[in-house]
C-alpha cells in the first residue's frame, strides 16, 4: 500500500469539511450569499467522509508495515490516528443528539435518557473499540502483563489507596486554579462532566463516570498509548505524552493541570504495578468520591459553605 493516499485524504478532507462549514456560518450570518447552500452539507460531509478514509488507510498501511518488527516493538498505527479515530466515532454517535448536547452543556432544552447516555459514553465506546480492533486484535502490543497482573489483590489495594490520595490532590488543585482564575477575572462555571452530574439520572452517571469511564481511559491512555510510547520513545515520552494526551481530552481548564498530573500518577501505578486493574481501580475511585459527593449535594444530603 502506498503511504500517500491517507494523508493527502486525511488533510484534504479536513480543509474542505472545515471550509464548508466555515462557509456555511458566513451564509447563515448573512455575511455571504448563496444560490444553494445546501450544497455546502454535501462538501462538509465528503470531506469529513474523505478525513475519515485517510485516517483508515493510513492505520491499515502502519498495522502492515510495522507487522516484521521484533514483538516487543510497537506494531499499531500511530497514537494520534487512534486518537482521531477515537473523535469521529464520537462525534457520529452524538451527532444525532445535538439538542441534547446543548441541553447538557448549557441547559437550553429537553435532554433526553438516550441522548445522555450516548453523550457520556460515546467517546469511551469509541475508546474501547479502536483499542481492540487496531491494536490488541492484530496484536501490536505482544507480550503485555496480563489485565491483573501478577498480584490482582495488591493491585486493587494499590489502585484504591492511590486513588483515595490523588482525589484529595486533585481536589485542592482544582479549586486553587479555580480561585486563580477568578482572581483575573475569569469565571469557569461549571464543567461539562459537573453539568452531567446535576441533570442526568444518577445510575446513569455512576454507570458512565465510576464505571465505564475508568476502564476504557485506562484502557486507551495507559494501556495502549503509554506502552506504545513507552516501546518506541522511552519513559519519559511514555510519561508525560499520554498524560498530557489525558489531560487534553478532558477539554477543561480548571482541571488541565490536575487532571495532567493524575494521568502521571496513573500511569506510574501502572508501570509500578504491571496490572491495568491498578489505575482503573485508581480512576474509578477517584471519579466514584467526586461523583458520591455531587450527589449528595444534589440531592440536598449534604450541604458544602459557599
Known amino acids: 500500500m502506498p503511504r500517500w493516499p491517507g494523508p493527502v485524504l486525511a488533510i484534504g478532507g479536513a480543509i474542505v469539511a472545515i471550509g464548508a462549514l466555515a462557509t456555511a456560518m458566513l451564509v447563515t450570518e448573512g455575511q455571504l450569499e448563496m444560490d444553494d447552500p445546501s450544497i455546502l452539507a454535501w462538501l462538509a460531509l465528503a470531506g469529513a467522509m474523505a478525513f475519515v478514509a485517510g485516517l483508515v488507510w493510513s492505520a491499515v498501511r502502519q498495522l502492515r508495515v510495522r507487522a516484521h518488527l521484533a514483538p516487543e516493538r510497537y506494531r499499531g498505527p500511530s497514537v494520534f490516528i487512534l486518537l482521531a479515530l477515537v473523535l469521529v466515532i464520537a462525534s457520529v454517535l452524538n451527532a444525532p443528539f445535538s439538542s ?16 445522555a447516555a450516548i453523550i457520556l459514553v460515546s467517546a469511551q465506546v469509541g475508546m474501547l473499540f479502536v483499542s481492540w480492533l487496531l491494536v490488541f486484535r492484530p496484536n501490536a502490543l505482544a507480550a503485555l502483563p496480563a489485565f491483573g497482573g501478577t498480584d490482582p489483590v495488591g493491585a486493587l489495594r494499590s489502585g484504591l489507596g492511590w486513588g483515595i490520595l490523588a482525589w484529595f490532590i486533585a481536589t485542592a488543585l482544582s479549586a486553587a ?9 475569569f469565571d469557569p462555571g461549571l464543567q461539562a462532566a459537573e453539568q452531567a452530574i ?14 465505564l469511564a475508568p476502564i476504557a481511559e485506562e484502557v486507551f491512555f495507559r494501556g495502549v498509548v503509554f506502552n506504545a510510547w513507552l516501546r518506541e520513545g522511552g519513559r519519559r515520552w511514555a510519561f508525560i505524552g499520554s498524560s498530557a494526551l489525558f489531560a487534553a481530552i478532558h477539554l477543561s481548564v480548571v482541571s488541565l493541570l490536575p487532571i495532567f498530573l493524575l494521568g502521571l500518577a496513573l500511569a506510574w501505578v501502572y508501570h509500578r ?22 450527589l449528595l449535594v444534589r440531592f440536598d444530603v449534604l450541604r458544602l459553605p459557599v
Open 273 to 294: 504495578t504491571g496490572s491495568l486493574l491498578a489505575p482503573i481501580v485508581m480512576h474509578a475511585t477517584v471519579n466514584g468520591i467526586s461523583v458520591a459527593l455531587a
Open 177 to 185: 486554579v479555580v480561585v486563580l482564575l477568578e482572581q483575573i477575572g
Open 100 to 115: 441534547d448536547a446543548t441541553a447538557l452543556l448549557f441547559g437550553d432544552g429537553e435532554l433526553t435518557l438516550l441522548g
Open 198 to 211: 446535576a441533570v442526568v439520572e444518577p445510575w446513569l452517571v455512576i454507570v458512565a463516570v465510576v464505571i
